[in-house]
């Protein structure tokens, strides 16, 4: 059976997931130099290739606007040339399994989105009953209406935990998501998971579905 | 068919998304382009982030028809040419990465690859017409310089622009024209059309082989906003003929400082027929022969890109597949 790989470019920790385990690598360690580079030293101690790999997943972002792309293009570059199929998750679902996999409560994550503006959405047993970028301030406030405890991933969380008046804040202490978050969403996906195999998959940012149009 | 000494080019320095696939002696076996001209007109411009997010929709199945046009087994490759810069970084990065997947599930080399030697080597795809010495105009959106070519590999840069190109300048004279982006072909029409008798200035048109437009380009301007009941052929033709007059000023004062046996001139605004048309008559005065490589080869594509892999591998020049926003036309 071949491998799935996981690749993680949406923040400085670049990560790489190789058959259930993470490599993580700053993007300013002087050891960085590609994604590319990062997943071949992570299949060489493996003792693998390119060859062994029979499914690549990726983090779509939001995120690092730039990084993520890097990620994705390499992703499909990879895909492509090996004739295998690449998964893209939502980069907000990565945080949410990252920080709270298995959740009971609402897990609200956050990731800045630059201008003031943060790309939000509120998790609920895996399904998202918020998306927005928007303001913090506007996002505390629905998350205030709607909500009476929460867990906070991502940028911001103490900005968020002060705004969160009246709502029972649980800080998640996890600022980024993980490449091993993707695998597993990947490998064991929800019955409800809204990803799956496709040749070439694409970024998403404030210009794409999840934030322009309505929860599904 | 076999792949055996075949290069793929990847090119994504600005607003097309392109692939070629080329041998060692500049045949082209499958080539394609992407355009964002469409998309791009709604802004005026190029906008680098809505560029980098074509490049990733639109490369994958660019190359993807480039092999299918071919037959290719592309684990054949001699290796895989793109272009590292000059460019936008969200552009450059694009190719580079997707060129480095690629690359990896290939298991070829990849060769990062000069833009502007790109252009230079342009000329000689499908068939050798340049002559060496050779001395090459650059001219496109994002370049305009002379360079002198001893031979493929061996090249000296002895004119550039101090300010924007002239394709950057025919651009904005388009907008401030209301004639839309990209400038070049419809500024030439129109000035096909109109009498050039507004006395624009020639900057730097009576010393060196160094051009700038910027000057121009604001001449323009205030003539725009001063004068009443202009015309637009008008203004189109005073302005092309102030670029002719310095591009051909520059190329004759080239040729005399390097007597050279081909003028080649590339890149976009080679496009224009005014430019085409005093080339001719320069190079019929000076004995020169002109090369004017066609027009799919003079915009960016992916064939001059692998075309120029070629002369990395035979220096043995392994450059690291790492974008650089700027690079000169003498690195490799
Ligand atoms: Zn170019």
Redesign the interface.
């Known amino acids: 059976m071949g491998l799935t790989l996981a690749i993680e470019s949406s923040s400085i920790n670049y990560g790489v997931t190789l058959d259930g385990a993470e490599t993580v690598l700053r993007r300013d360690d002087p050891s960085f130099t590609s994604i590319g580079g990062l997943v071949q030293t992570t299949l060489a101690a493996a003792g693998h290739t390119t060859a062994d790999i029979a499914l690549i997943a990726v983090n779509l972002g939001p995120g690092n606007l730039s990084s993520v792309r890097a990620g994705v293009a390499y992703a499909n570059g990879l895909a492509f040339s090996l004739g295998r199929q690449v998964v893209g998750v939502h980069g907000l679902r990565v945080l949410a399994e990252t920080a709270a996999p298995g959740a009971d409560l609402p897990v609200l994550c956050l990731r800045n989105a630059g201008a003031g503006n943060v790309y939000a959405a509120v998790y609920e047993h895996g399904r998202p009953t918020l998306m927005r970028h928007d303001k913090l301030s506007e996002i505390a406030t629905a998350v205030r209406a709607a909500h009476t405890s929460v867990i906070v991933a991502g940028s911001f969380r103490d900005q968020a935990i002060a705004l969160l008046d009246g709502v029972d804040v649980t800080d998640s202490g996890v600022e980024v998501p993980s490449s091993l978050a993707t695998y597993r969403l990947t490998v064991t996906p929800p019955a409800d998971a809204d990803w799956a195999p496709a040749d070439v998959v694409s970024p998403i940012n404030e210009q794409t579905a999840p934030f322009t149009g309505e929860i599904p | 068919m076999t792949s055996n000494g075949l290069i793929l080019g990847i090119e994504t320095s600005c607003d097309d998304t392109a692939v070629g696939l080329v041998d060692e002696r500049g045949q082209v076996v499958a080539s394609a382009v992407a355009s964002q001209v469409l998309i791009h007109n709604r802004y005026g411009g190029v906008y680098p982030?809505v560029a980098?997010?074509a490049h990733?929709?639109k490369?994958?199945?660019t190359?993807?028809m480039v092999l299918e046009d071919s037959g290719i087994n592309?684990r054949e490759l001699e290796a895989i040419g793109v272009t590292r810069g000059p460019g936008l970084?969200?552009s450059l990065?694009?190719?580079?990465?997707?060129?480095?997947?690629?690359?990896?599930?290939?298991?070829v080399p990849i060769v990062g690859v000069n833009h502007l030697r790109g252009h230079l080597r342009s000329a000689d795809l499908e068939e050798q017409r340049v002559e060496f010495p050779a001395m090459i105009l650059l001219v496109s959106g994002g370049h305009t310089l002379l360079a002198r070519m001893n031979g493929p590999s061996d090249i000296k840069l002895i004119g550039n622009t101090l300010d924007d190109s002239v394709g950057e300048a025919y651009d904005k004279v388009s907008r401030m024209l209301g004639l839309g982006y990209p400038g070049g072909p419809v500024v030439d029409r129109m000035a096909g059309a109109g009498i050039p008798h507004i006395p624009f200035p020639r900057p730097v048109i009576n010393h060196g082989l160094d051009f700038s437009f910027s000057g121009l380009k604001s001449a323009v301007m205030r003539y725009l906003e001063a004068e009443k009941g202009w015309k637009v052929e008008d203004v189109a033709a005073s302005f092309v003929a102030a670029c002719m007059d310095v591009l051909v000023a520059k190329c004759r004062r080239a040729l005399a400082a390097y007597p050279s046996s081909s003028l080649v001139i590339v890149g976009g605004v080679a496009a224009s027929p005014p430019l085409r048309a005093a080339a001719a008559q320069l190079c019929d005065e000076a004995g020169v022969r002109l090369c004017l490589p066609p027009l799919k080869w003079s915009t960016d594509n992916g064939a001059m890109i692998a075309m120029a892999a070629w002369d990395y591998l035979a220096t043995d020049n392994h450059t690291p597949?790492?974008p650089q926003t700027s690079l000169t036309i003498e690195s490799f």
């Not at chain 2, 480095?100 to 599930?105: R, V």
């Open positions: 982030e980098s997010r990733i929709d490369i994958i199945p190359v993807r592309p970084i969200g990065m694009v190719g580079l990465d997707t060129a480095s997947g690629l690359a990896a599930g290939w298991g597949a790492a």
